[in-house]
């Protein structure tokens, strides 16, 4: 009986790393490891209790070696996890205070930006928080696409036809009032990574940074996040903030590897004099 629950055990043990990879967070990970050591604590309980017969049984004194073994192995995985969630966390709190700070940066540079009226930092793979710092859950759960308000598309296409004329500070304002109008819609990432477009075309590089900052926070997973992102780092390295334009375009190649806009970052990268 001990011989086989210490095979199981040496069995989970082996197993670990591949059902790791499939669990949903490293707090399961963690709890299925705390499970198992208190498994093997039991087990080596039950051997010494069954004295000398029951440890020749299990193998010898080889058994209590290879449960010294295991534990050894199930400490190194724990601390090993452990580790790797701070780092997470870190990586979160960090990125979100970058994120924060660009917001207030970039608004400075703006005369026409009101500095009280900016809204709550997004946690980055959460939602919404008014304080950056505290990071949201790994894995809260995204809402539903909004539908379409009536004249939205209308009102879209009404400032994508101003921007395709080369009316770029009309189209500029109008998908700026579009977006006003209409709030966290659909199209609202969209309409500022145009808006971003046009005020860069305009000559208006700052607020260019900013449009594409709003695109970004709008759907930082959406079709337009690589690219906005990217914007976003050449245009603050256009207005001298060399240091958060590579942070910016690192994470582009972190946060989207394989896409179009991180194979531009390294001649983005280098036109800017980023390390």
């Known amino acids: 009986m001990l011989r086989g629950l210490l095979l199981s055990a040496a069995v989970l043990m082996a197993g670990l790393p591949a059902a790791a990879q499939d669990a949903q967070t490293l707090a399961d990970i963690r709890s299925e ?3 198992l050591a208190g498994q093997i604590q039991g087990l080596r309980q039950e051997l010494v209790g069954s004295g000398a ?14 449960m010294d073994t295991m534990e050894a192995a199930l400490s190194r995985l724990t601390s090993r996890t452990e580790a790797l969630e701070n780092r997470i966390n870190a990586v979160v709190s960090d990125g979100t205070n970058r994120i924060g700070d ?10 026409n930006c009101d500095i009280g009226a900016l809204g709550q930092t997004s946690v980055l793979g959460g939602a919404a928080s008014a304080n950056p710092v505290t990071a949201a859950a790994p894995n809260a759960t995204r809402a539903a696409a909004p539908s379409l308000a009536m004249n939205e598309q209308a009102d879209f296409d009404r400032a994508k036809a101003l921007m395709d004329g ?20 659909p199209l609202a990432a969209e309409a500022a990574f ?5 005020l860069k075309a305009g000559g208006d590089t700052t607020g260019a940074a900013r449009a594409w900052l709003e695109s970004f926070n ?3 997973t959406g079709a337009r996040a690589p690219e906005a992102l990217l914007k976003l780092g050449q245009a603050l390295g256009d207005i001298g903030q060399k240091p958060e334009a590579c942070a910016t375009l ?8 394989g896409t179009g806009p991180a194979g531009q970052v390294p001649g983005a990268k280098a036109a800017i004099g980023c390390p």
């Open 33 to 35: 490891l705390a499970a």
């Open 53 to 66: 017969n029951g440890l020749r049984a299990a193998g010898g004194a080889s058994a209590l070696e290879r």
């Open 102 to 111: 660009l917001e207030f940066r970039l608004c400075e540079l703006d005369a």
């Open 166 to 185: 080369g009316d770029y500070v009309g189209a500029a304002a109008a998908f700026k009032t579009f977006n006003e109008t209409y709030p966290g819609g």
């Open 194 to 198: 145009m808006r971003g477009d046009a």
């Open 218 to 220: 709008a759907d930082k």
């Open 250 to 257: 690192d994470a582009v190649t972190i946060r989207f590897p």
